[in-house]
């Protein structure tokens, strides 16, 4: 757990130094922004304080979609909130006593977080009322997932809980050895009806039987190297995605891949560093790297389509999907909208409350379902956009 907190203390030094008047150091400065003709213009459809937000550790807490109308937020005081996703109505609010860690993810069957000391938190997803909770092993770093037979949790211990959907009781869990140096963060589990696919910090994506827990594949997205344990980081944090018959996932000082989904043989691997999730629409792979290079990747054959390097190192969040269009976050508080096909500014906003990048308004990924945009600042403000036309 130091070595976790003294990576991220690494870090922010390292935007300190981006400060600095020395000549040295002014090379790792942020690029300015560039002017661009607006295509397209981005509405705010509505407003809604939901809660407390983000903490000072770090958290990244993204709202939850249901898939059957609902958005759900949890802040780092313990609220809970449930919201129409698409006017904004209050559905609910609780307030528990857990120190939320794990973002929040839901489903049809519940609302699912976790917390610093090791709990999973089910909720009723029409009332808020707790359904049930179950120790695991230390803190749950990213949001479990759930469906109507199981719940998932990944521990930062680089153990992997698997509990009944309904009842609470451990149904299996499965334990996988850690490197020495890690970043702060893991990644979510990915269920289907028979699989649990957890990616790891070691750089690896393993597929379990939902059943037993039993293994089915592993993947190697890279290996460590270099001579150094912060050379060697490799971390896995951005969750996989399953798009059709593939998956894909990227990792920090790696690779971003695709693989078979029910095999984990490998299709195609590219070079490149990133943190963040990535996306696919179109027959595209989007991916925000380290240094905030947007880049679009053919899903099929891993080739190249575009890249967009004028975001340099305003450290970008994981691209979001709305419409045709694709969405990053910046450390300074501004949403750039690009085409999918050339990776193109087609509009640019700035939230509220903006300023330095260790100020940022906003912390988390953007959040995309279908022509909606959603953003979750830092001091809990939820807010929905659409776009309503070309701009003139």
Request: proline content about 2%; some cysteine; glycine content about 10%.
């Amino acid at each position: 757990m130091l070595l976790r907190y003294l990576l991220l203390a690494v870090a922010v030094l390292s935007l300190v130094a981006c400060q600095s008047k020395d000549s040295k150091k002014l090379e790792l400065k942020a690029a300015d922004l560039i002017k661009f003709e607006e295509t397209v213009k981005v509405k705010k459809q509505w407003s809604r304080a939901a809660g407390s937000g983000q903490e000072k550790r770090f958290s990244r807490f993204v709202p939850a979609l249901d898939g059957e109308g609902g958005i759900y937020t949890v802040g780092y005081k313990g609220d809970v909130q449930a919201f129409d996703a698409t006017t904004g109505k209050k559905r609910w609010k609780v307030k528990t006593k857990a120190e939320i860690s794990g973002g929040v993810a839901a489903s049809a069957s519940g609302i699912y977080f976790g917390t610093y000391d090791g709990m999973v938190h089910v909720l009723n997803k029409d009332t808020g009322e707790l359904n049930w909770k179950a120790k695991v092993s230390s803190e749950v770093a990213s949001a479990p997932a759930g469906n109507s037979d199981i719940v998932v949790a990944v521990t930062i211990d680089g153990r992997v809980f698997a509990f009944e959907a309904e009842t609470g009781a451990l149904r299996w869990s499965y334990d996988h050895m850690l490197p020495v140096l890690t970043l702060r963060g893991t990644a979510s589990p990915v269920l289907t009806p028979t699989q649990v696919i957890v990616a790891f910090d070691n750089g690896q994506v393993l597929s379990l039987g939902a059943k037993d827990g039993s293994s089915q594949w592993q993947l190697r997205v890279s290996r460590p190297q270099g001579r150094t344990e912060l050379d060697r980081i490799v971390d896995i944090d951005g969750t996989p995605v399953l798009n059709g018959s593939y998956l894909y996932a990227g990792n920090y000082q790696g690779n971003v891949v695709a693989a078979s989904r029910g095999a984990g043989r490998l299709v195609w691997s590219k070079e490149a560093s990133t943190h963040n999730a990535v996306v696919v629409a179109n027959n595209k792979v989007f991916v925000s790297t380290d240094e905030s290079r947007i880049v679009a990747y053919n899903a099929l054959n891993g080739e190249l389509e575009w890249e967009n390097f004028q975001l340099k190192r305003r450290n970008t969040s994981a691209p979001a999907i709305f419409g045709d269009y694709l969405a990053v976050a910046d450390g300074y508080g501004y949403v750039h909208v690009l085409n999918q096909d050339d990776g193109q500014f087609a509009d640019r906003f700035k939230l509220a409350g903006g300023g330095k990048m260790r100020r940022a308004a906003i912390r988390a990924p953007l959040l995309g379902d279908g022509d909606t945009l959603y953003t979750y600042s830092n001091k809990g403000k939820l807010s929905a956009y659409t776009i309503v036309g070309e701009s003139k």
